[in-house]
């Protein structure tokens, strides 16, 4: 069947992944010269639809700019030897929030981005804990090695140390940290000699055989030879099951500034990255890449603009084929869901899209019924598990700044919580008029205000409240951490947990010491 071999093609060339960093690892740089060295690459006279890549990319990074935050989180898309790529941008910076974590739950892999003088710095490790969580095989690429920075071998050191992934260079730096010389890839020992250009642009990349590269490097080239003899005597070698299976990281050398070592990530990308596999069910089962339509909203994002009360869901296509017009079903309700006006969400462009597959990501604007998580189908019902959610680190009281409009303020918290644009929780003592609103970044309080007077037509007043430790316990531990002090009790609004707030670690920690008995639990990605 024909139908049929097209989805499972279509699946097997798509890599859809994240870049997980810390602000400026270089994460905005990485993402630009993928594309641009993509397209370098990539057959001349291969069709990229609207103008070149690059100026996409720049489009989008101008807009998150100009705005503050990113107002749209976006994928970008470039052919690269026959793949697909699909990349999906990880909010960060100020804009980090819940929405940060759950991009990850709709990528197969994702590429950990260090900056060579930091190595694993806190957003990463939180963003990589997400990962391991959701078995998100990791690639990593240590960037601004044209800068001084640390060891190599100590930098995979710490990769095995502080995260226990086994560290598997696949091409590995001549030259000392400040005076980089090139590359050496580890699958047949060829040299790329790095050749720096003035004015910020892309430096030279010149292959050289090893002995040419001896005799013109001497001491730098046989340090480098003896660190790939330890690494080989240490086992260092990529087995793409352990990588698959979270056990190992497939390790890059590069800088993104100059773009050098990145067209090695495009092909890493390529020949180890997972394409769309065959998707966990929550009744414990999979669905085959290759049935029929099914995909999951990992994202729903409001526009901030109050002329256009938008809203657009996101959804990564988990089997089949998705084709502009068909109805599909919504897991939760079992509503149909006309697709008609499906988007695009390459970047600015919001073009209507035709045809998607597995990997792909679409947007459904408007569908004020979706939520984050919901399941949509078509052909055999399935449901997929739901999106965790993350451990908030912020809290805030929110109250309706005039109480007249009540009605007003109550709608639109429901909408903004079932939206997953904040979590909401509820306690008897402080009443359906003053919830406290808990995020994983505080621009989602700002978000919620704006929308609150702008969307709801009812401006609130947010203040701050003292507790910074969250953790999930059940009704009997409840009843007994609410009688403690600096403790508060809540019920999630959304699925009926119920989560304890301390005020602060030391609190939490005597607690737990003193009543080892307790039910408090980790929310996932704690900070
Ligand atoms: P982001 O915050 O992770 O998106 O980081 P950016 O891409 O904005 O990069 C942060 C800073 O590091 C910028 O000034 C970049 O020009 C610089 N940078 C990024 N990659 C490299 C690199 O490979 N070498 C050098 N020297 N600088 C880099």
């Given at each position: 069947m024909k139908g049929k071999n097209e989805v499972s093609d279509e699946a097997a060339r798509r890599r859809t992944f994240a870049v997980i960093s810390h602000p400026d690892a270089g994460k905005s740089t990485i993402t630009e010269a993928l594309a641009v060295q993509a397209a370098a690459i990539s057959s001349a006279g291969a069709v990229h639809g609207k103008g070149d890549r690059a100026g996409v990319t720049s489009d989008w990074m101008e807009m998150e700019r100009s705005r503050g935050i990113s107002i749209t989180s976006s994928v970008l898309r470039f052919d690269y030897e026959g793949a697909l790529l699909n990349l999906l941008d990880t909010p960060g910076h100020a804009d980090f929030s819940e929405d940060t974590y759950r991009v990850l739950s709709a990528v197969d892999g994702a590429v950990m981005l260090l900056d060579s003088a930091k190595g694993l710095e806190a957003q990463t490790l939180k963003l990589f804990d997400v990962c391991k969580h959701g078995d998100v095989p990791i690639l990593t690429f240590v960037n601004k090695w044209?800068?001084?920075?640390?060891?190599?071998?100590?930098?995979?050191?710490?990769i095995e140390q502080r995260i226990g992934l086994h560290a598997a260079p696949?091409?590995?730096?001549?030259?000392?940290?400040?005076?980089?010389?090139?590359?050496?890839?580890?699958?047949?020992?060829?040299?790329?000699?790095?050749?720096?250009?003035?004015?910020?642009?892309?430096?030279?990349?010149?292959?050289?055989?090893?002995?040419?590269?001896?005799?013109?490097?001497?001491?730098?080239?046989?340090?480098?030879?003896?660190?790939?003899?330890?690494?080989?005597?240490?086992?260092?070698e990529l087995d793409h099951e352990a990588f698959t299976g979270g056990i190992s990281t497939p390790v890059l050398f590069g800088a993104a500034l100059p773009q050098f070592g990145v067209s090695a990530l495009l092909d890493a990308l390529?020949?180890?990255?997972?394409?769309?596999?065959?998707?966990?069910?929550?009744?414990?089962?999979?669905?085959?890449?290759?049935?029929p339509f099914s995909g999951q909203v990992f994202k729903v994002q409001a526009g901030m603009d109050k002329a256009h009360r938008d809203s657009l869901a996101f959804i990564r296509v988990c089997s089949g084929k998705f084709e502009r017009g068909m109805t599909l079903t919504m897991g939760s309700t079992g509503r149909g869901l006309v697709t008609k006006h499906a988007q695009t969400v390459f970047g600015r462009d919001r073009t209507t899209v035709d045809t998607a597959f597995p990997g792909d990501v679409i947007g459904l604007p408007n569908t004020h019924g979706l939520t984050v998580g919901e399941s949509l189908f078509d052909g055999p019902s399935v449901t997929f598990p739901p999106i965790p959610a993350f451990a908030p680190e912020h809290f805030m009281v929110c109250r309706a700044k005039d109480v007249g409009r009540y009605k007003q303020f109550r709608r639109g918290i429901e909408q903004l919580d079932s939206e997953g644009a904040v979590q909401v929780l509820r306690s008897d003592i402080r009443g359906d008029q003053a919830p406290v609103l808990a995020a994983?970044?505080?621009?989602?309080?700002?978000?919620?205000?704006?929308?609150?007077?702008?969307?709801?037509?009812?401006?609130?007043?947010?203040?701050?409240?003292?507790?910074?430790?969250?953790?999930?316990?059940?009704?009997?531990?409840?009843?007994?951490?609410?009688?403690?002090?600096?403790?508060?009790?809540?019920?999630?609004?959304?699925?009926?947990?119920?989560?304890?707030?301390?005020?602060?670690?030391?609190?939490?920690r005597a607690i737990e010491r003193e009543f080892p008995d307790l039910t408090i639990e980790q929310m996932l990605a704690a900070g």
């Open positions: 044209d800068r001084p920075g640390r060891e190599p071998l100590e930098l995979l050191d710490e696949l091409n590995w730096p001549v030259g000392v940290a400040g005076d980089f010389r090139g590359l050496i890839s580890r699958a047949d020992g060829s040299f790329t000699k790095f050749v720096p250009q003035p004015n910020g642009k892309a430096a030279l990349a010149v292959t050289m055989t090893s002995e040419q590269a001896a005799a013109e490097l001497g001491d730098v080239w046989e340090t480098a030879m003896e660190e790939l003899t330890l690494l080989t005597e240490i086992g260092a390529k020949t180890y990255a997972p394409p769309p596999a065959d998707r966990r069910t929550e009744a414990g089962g999979t669905r085959p890449v290759d049935a994983v970044g505080p621009l989602q309080f700002e978000v919620v205000a704006h929308r609150m007077e702008h969307e709801f037509n009812s401006p609130v007043v947010l203040t701050t409240i003292d507790f910074n430790e969250c953790r999930v316990t059940d009704a009997e531990s409840g009843a007994a951490l609410a009688k403690m002090r600096g403790v508060e009790v809540f019920t999630r609004s959304l699925n009926g947990d119920l989560i304890a707030l301390f005020q602060d670690k030391w609190r939490l």
